[in-house]
């Protein structure tokens, strides 16, 4: 059990928040000292976005209380978080592109600075901090890592005592993870608090000093992490030990499902990425990795390969079929499904049930419809059967896809595709934002298609999983791909190297 030292800085007693059918916290009760790293922990739908929004003042519990700095609080709005001393860095920025860094940042603040002021204070603290930031910068020339830092730097502005952070290194490089790591020990020392959330547990062991684990709404345990192993975190959040799954290679690669011929789309608009001469082949039975930093071109790529983006008919071949010409519909009818990055809007329809969700994919691969209507009593029993295979948490197949976690939606979205069996599956971050146990069964999944002859190709900003996945790999830099490479000659040192766009 974890006992730390220091100073309590927030008390958690007895929370407990529940919603139509579903207890999110049940009886949960934290402390965290003045200074200390604390990791928050626990599978998609566990209860820890609740929690942190009952700590920052987004969500009201209806049960227990909360001290801060010794004196119970009642945390109603996060304006009155943020004026106790408690900042957040969400998962997903709020950003402007067309405004600068400045004035990204005064829409956060809660009190009046003059803008001449603000700038030398952003240069100052940013600069202090090792996190860099031209205050007259324009959002939309920034890469993903010094966005990240305008949320930062927005809430040390603030000077927090208490700094909560939701998955910050899923869209990160290795360099740049390094580096807030640093700064994250240096706001430690210097008496910040700060509770990480993360589902790499490599990291939480590399960074974080004690650990709180929920299972289905309750704690479980709170722990040391020096004590523990990935493994045993793993295990304690999901009740049972972590299998790993079986990724050896295919034993025999089959014929050409995709081949990529001289493929170049323009840029659709000024902040867009140009794809420039792409070549590539993906057999059936295989899985190919596209390592990049976010923002190169794998949104482009993607859209590319599943008709979003029109391109030479010649171009692209799905099955000995030229569809650069097709549209999305008709490349599924040729064997392609694809799983977009964005979950909400591109992957699903936010307010549409599970139900419709899946028919809007599924329907013309498992044939949804008969005399023109919907076939609703089989809709309803494949949008059922990927929620039990993939374990998504939810009520059921009826609420909209907005109401889920962003794991378990991405469960739903993962699995809506690989259960219908392609011939060719692109996956853009498969396992982004998707817990320990999850992530496993989702790279199983992928694994099983290709064993069964699939052609698999993931688009991934995960190192670590690509080259745990991958039959080969490349990278994409500034719209062009690398040549690919069996992935026994690489390890993350190349991989880096081709995502800096060095040929190897």
Not at 5 to 14: A, F, V
Not at 22 to 43: K, M, T, Y
Not at 190 to 206: Q, R, T
Not at 269 to 284: K, Q, T
């Amino acid at each position: 059990m974890s006992d730390s030292s220091k100073e309590s800085l927030i008390s958690l007693k007895h929370i407990r928040k529940a919603y139509p059918g579903c207890v999110a916290n049940d009886d949960i009760s934290i402390r965290i000292g003045h200074g200390e790293i604390h990791a928050l922990l626990g599978e998609n739908g566990a209860g820890k976005s609740t929690l942190v929004k009952i700590i920052y003042g987004v969500v009201k519990a209806d049960e227990g209380s909360i001290e801060f700095e010794g004196s119970p609080v009642q945390i109603k709005n996060p304006a009155y978080a943020r004026s106790l001393g408690i900042a957040m860095v969400f998962q997903h920025f709020s950003l402007f592109d067309s405004l600068t860094v400045a004035q990204n940042i005064t829409l956060g603040m809660d009190e009046k600075i003059d803008p001449e002021k603000l700038s030398e204070r952003i240069v100052e603290v940013s600069n202090r901090y090792g996190l860099p930031l031209d205050p007259e910068r324009h959002v939309y020339t920034l890469s993903v890592g010094e966005r990240q830092r305008i949320e930062i730097i927005r809430c040390l502005l603030q000077n927090p005592k208490l700094l909560i952070m939701d998955e910050p290194t899923s869209v990160l490089t290795p360099q740049e993870v390094d580096k807030l790591f640093e700064t994250l020990h240096r706001l430690s020392d210097e008496g910040m608090a700060i509770l990480y959330i993360s589902h790499k547990l490599d990291e939480i062991k590399a960074l974080c000093e004690n650990a709180t684990i929920l299972r289905h709404g309750e704690k479980i345990d709170s722990v040391v992490v020096a004590d523990q192993t990935p493994a045993s975190l793993a295990g304690l959040m999901m009740g049972e030990e972590l299998k790993l799954a079986d990724h050896a290679a295919t034993s025999s690669v089959g014929e050409v499902r995709l081949r990529v011929h001289n493929l170049n789309i323009a840029a659709e608009s000024a902040l867009g990425i140009s794809l420039r001469n792409i070549n590539f082949e993906v057999r059936g039975g295989e899985i190919v990795g596209l390592a990049g930093v976010a923002g190169n071109g794998q949104d482009e790529l993607l859209k590319a390969l599943n008709g979003e983006l029109r391109s030479e008919s010649e171009s692209i071949i799905i099955e000995g079929s030229a569809v650069g010409q097709m549209g999305p519909n008709e490349r599924r009818v040729f064997g392609l499904v694809s799983v977009p990055e964005k979950r909400l809007g591109h992957g699903a329809v936010p307010g549409m049930s599970l139900v419709d969700n899946a028919f809007l994919t599924a329907n013309l691969r498992l044939g949804l419809t008969k005399l023109g209507l919907i076939n609703y009593p089989k809709t309803v029993e494949y949008a059922q059967s990927v929620i039990e295979q993939f374990d998504v948490r939810t009520p059921d197949e009826d609420v909209s896809a907005d109401s889920l976690s962003g794991g378990n939606l991405q469960k739903f979205i993962v699995g809506r595709e690989i259960n219908q069996l392609p011939e060719l599956i692109v996956v853009a971050q498969p396992t982004w934002g998707v817990d320990a146990g999850a992530a496993q069964s989702i790279r199983a999944a992928l694994r099983a298609l290709a064993n069964q002859g699939t052609a698999v190709l993931v688009i991934s900003q995960d190192l670590d999983e690509l080259i745990e996945m991958s039959d080969r790999i490349g990278a994409i830099c500034a719209g062009k791909v690398s040549q690919l490479f069996p992935i026994d000659e690489m390890n993350s040192e190349k991989i880096g190297l081709l995502m800096a766009g060095v040929e190897l």
